[in-house]
Each structure stands twice: as structure tokens, then as C-alpha cells.
């Protein structure tokens, strides 16, 4: 398993990794999976005092897009088609939460993920499976967004 080379720099750098406290933990290159950390903050919830869904599927989309990222060694980046998933428990205020992403396959024009959120004790709070297409992996310098 390998740790930043897989990271991209500049991710720290992204809005939306500010919004979900994205916390890159490793990647496995032989099961092309990536581990990430998340820790809620109240903005992300709703009066029921859970996650709102739509920020759920945030947070999958992050994990899942990071293993291809990964698995790419920082060059390409996924372009969702299509997101499905399944919001098992409310995911609570404060929460710790473990990431998993991973390359289901990887084709030329089409790239199957899949992820889960996980409680620390491993308690499933939502999955996820998406269908994307391989892009080069945008930075703040190529979308006009530094500084």
C-alpha cells in the first residue's frame, strides 16, 4: 500500500475537500481501493440531526472519484455519468467517518467505482456505485481556479 504518492498536491486546495474535511488514509494499488477519512461538521446536517443526503452522495462521490485518481497515479480523474446509492443509517453530527472507494473496472471510455461510509466500529451508513468516464484530472491551474 502507498500513502501521498497517490495523492494529488494540490488536492488540500479543492473547495469541495474543505466542505467534506476529505483525509486522504491510503491507497492499495492490488485491490485499486482507497481509504478516507471524514469528520461531520453541522453544516452538513439537517434538523434530524444527520447528514442531508444530497451531502451523502458528497461524500461517496469523493471516495469513489479518489480511488480512480489514485489507481491513475494523479493523472486522470472520473466525470460521473450516473450515481446510485443507498443511505442505510442517518450518519450523525460529529461522526468519524471511513471512506471506502474502489475501480471496479476501468476502461477506455467507461469506469465503474464503488464505495461505502463506514462508522469507525465498521457500521455501514450508505453505499454507493457510479458510472463515469476517464478525464484528465483538472487542477486549479487548468481550470482557472488558483489563488
Known amino acids: 500500500m502507498s500513502e501521498a504518492m497517490h495523492y494529488p498536491d494540490d488536492a488540500g486546495q479543492s473547495p469541495h475537500t474543505a466542505l467534506l474535511g476529505s483525509q486522504f488514509v491510503k491507497f492499495d494499488e492490488a485491490t485499486q481501493s482507497v481509504t478516507m477519512r471524514f469528520h461531520v461538521k453541522r453544516e452538513m446536517t439537517t434538523w434530524r440531526g444527520g447528514v442531508q443526503g444530497g451531502l451523502v452522495a458528497g461524500y461517496l462521490d469523493d471516495v469513489m472519484g479518489y480511488a480512480y485518481v489514485a489507481a491513475t497515479g494523479g493523472e486522470m480523474a472520473p466525470l460521473n455519468l450516473e450515481l446510485s446509492m443507498s443511505l442505510i443509517r442517518l450518519i450523525p453530527e460529529g461522526a468519524t467517518i ?50
Open 98 to 147: 471511513i471512506g471506502k472507494g474502489r475501480v471496479v473496472k476501468a476502461g477506455r471510455r467507461v469506469i465503474f467505482l464503488e464505495g461505502e461510509l463506514l462508522a469507525e466500529d465498521g457500521t455501514i451508513y450508505a453505499r454507493a456505485t457510479s458510472t463515469a468516464i476517464p478525464t484528465p484530472r483538472p487542477t486549479p491551474t487548468s481550470t482557472g481556479m488558483e489563488g
